[in-house]
């Protein structure tokens, strides 16, 4: 994948983000379910005032069509809800 970078460098993709979780071990449950399933898939660490969380997600796409069609299959075929979101290091 080629990356187009935005005026502050950064690179121009999207990612389905599919849950946050407070519990490292639900993370890691559903990362394997979707890795199993053939998806790229990361995590990403948060910190919030009430502690740490971690987001799994799907991606990154550079395309944004190919990424909102990667969401309705995520919703469809394996019945989870997601959000598109910018990919972001």
Known sequence: QTFKL???GL????????????NYQ????LQ????GA?????TKRISIDEG????VLVGPIVSRPKVEKLKIEL???????GVVI???R
């Open 26 to 29: 639900n993370a890691v449950t």
């Open 32 to 35: 394997e379910k979707l890795r």
């Open 86 to 88: 910018r990919y972001m």
């Open 75 to 81: 919703g469809t075929k394996h019945k989870l809800n």
């Open 52 to 55: 740490n969380l971690i987001q």
């Open 38 to 42: 053939g998806f790229n898939v990361y």
């Open 11 to 22: 690179p121009m993709a999207w990612s389905v983000q599919l849950g946050t979780f407070k």
């Open 6 to 8: 935005d005026k502050q």
